[in-house]
């Protein structure tokens, strides 16, 4: 396996691809040199058929072979499933209404503390991650840099150590995102994502926020739950994630 300095080396910058009336950023998918992930800016106006076709075309001249979408709602799942793009991953999304009384849903005792997670400390978070989630799914150092500015406002937190747990919340207005949550396979079952959790409804409820979304894999047992011990509610739509290979 590469190293994260390694990693980085074979790292593409970031582009952007625009269509008609609408555009989408280009990254690398962590650990997966040649996929590139689309990231929509915008699924209220998406890209079309031919948009589609000509972003896939410039993305194999930049040496890509396969292309991933971010978690798309059912009308830019749809139109992904016109292009040819398969779904390779399906998401619940739940939502929590009352970040305030997170601690009294859960029946919560004692908790592990939560610290600062620092930039500098991206590199080991990654490492978390990857042994979570395997090379398929983890975020790299770079992923998890966009994850932290993907929200106008953001927390990063880890907790039993900077190597144990950690966690990215976002919040827009009055709308908060539990954006990723990662335990240690050695550490899970010890209450540190408990910790996570309620660490990131706490901050949403001190900044007044109405409504907090999550999302994971609908085989996700564990983690869901876990959100609905907090009081988390499963949403009637699901997302998805789609895969195209670039011929």
């Not at 396969?66 to 749809?78: E, P």
């Not at 005792?109 to 395997?134: E, K, M, N, Y």
């Not at 919340?169 to 996570?196: E, I, M, Y």
Request: net charge positive.
């Amino acid at each position: 396996m590469k190293s994260e300095a390694d990693q980085r080396n074979l790292e593409r910058p970031t582009l952007v691809l625009r269509g008609s009336g609408v555009s989408c950023r280009v990254q690398q998918w962590s650990y997966q040199p040649t996929t590139a992930q689309l990231v929509l800016y915008q699924q209220a106006q998406l890209p079309s058929l031919t948009d589609l076709q000509q972003w896939g075309d410039r993305l194999r001249s930049l040496g890509y072979t396969t292309v991933r979408t971010t978690a798309l709602a059912a009308t830019a799942a749809h139109r992904a499933e016109a292009a040819g793009y398969r779904c390779i991953q399906e998401l619940v999304l739940l939502a929590h209404v009352e970040p305030s009384r997170s601690r009294r849903i859960a029946g919560l005792g004692p908790l592990a503390a939560t610290h600062r997670l620092a930039t500098d400390q991206h590199v080991a978070a990654s490492a978390i991650d990857l042994a979570a989630f395997g090379t398929d799914w983890a975020l790299d150092a770079h992923a998890i840099d966009g994850v932290c500015t993907a929200t106008p406002r953001h927390r990063a937190r880890s907790a039993g150590s900077p190597s144990g747990a950690y966690a990215i919340s976002g919040r827009d207005a009055k709308q908060g995102f539990l954006q990723r949550l990662a335990v240690h396979p050695t550490l899970q079952r010890q209450g540190l994502g408990r910790a996570l959790v309620h660490d990131s409804l706490q901050w949403a409820a001190r900044w007044r926020v109405q409504r907090v979304l999550v999302n994971t894999p609908v085989d996700n047992e564990p983690a869901l739950a876990l959100y609905e011990q907090f009081g988390f509610r499963r949403l009637g739509e699901q997302l998805r994630v789609y895969e195209l290979e670039l011929r």
